[in-house]
């Protein structure tokens, strides 16, 4: 599976942007999918992650109610939408095909494919 991730850039905080990673390759709906980031000096963090179905998702803490994944099986596409950014959202944002395994959702050790990753940048 090869994934491409875009939709990252530079906006104030309370702002929106929304991600995207498009997947090709092998069969898209068999993967669950994760975004994940990671800021300068610092570890990946799980973002979001949702099953093969769409059905369910999963989030840390710090961005409920505000970032909303969602995917598109028939476009082999995830998203991110994230509202009200905070200059604490700054990192670069990654996305991760994971199959399934014993290994939860918001490790990134689960995941066998790696978007190159976008940057987001939140100013105050």
């Known amino acids: 599976v090869q994934l491409q991730a875009s939709g990252g850039g530079l906006v104030q905080a309370g702002g929106s942007l929304r991600l995207s990673c498009a997947a090709s390759g092998r069969s898209f709906s068999n993967y669950r999918m994760g975004w994940f980031r990671q800021a300068p000096g610092k570890e990946r963090e799980f973002v979001a992650a949702?099953?093969?179905?769409?059905?369910?998702?999963y989030y840390v803490d710090s961005v409920k109610g505000r970032f909303t994944i969602s995917r598109d099986n028939t476009k082999n596409t995830v998203y991110l939408q994230m509202n009200s950014l905070k200059p604490e959202d700054t990192a670069a944002y990654y996305c991760?095909?994971?199959?399934?395994?014993?290994?939860?959702?918001?490790?990134?050790?689960?995941?066998?494919?790696w978007g190159q990753g976008t940057l987001v940048t939140v100013s105050s």
């Open positions: 991760g095909a994971k199959p399934l395994s014993i290994l939860p959702l918001s490790t990134p050790q689960g995941y066998d494919y």
């Open positions: 949702i099953n093969r179905s769409g059905g369910s998702t």
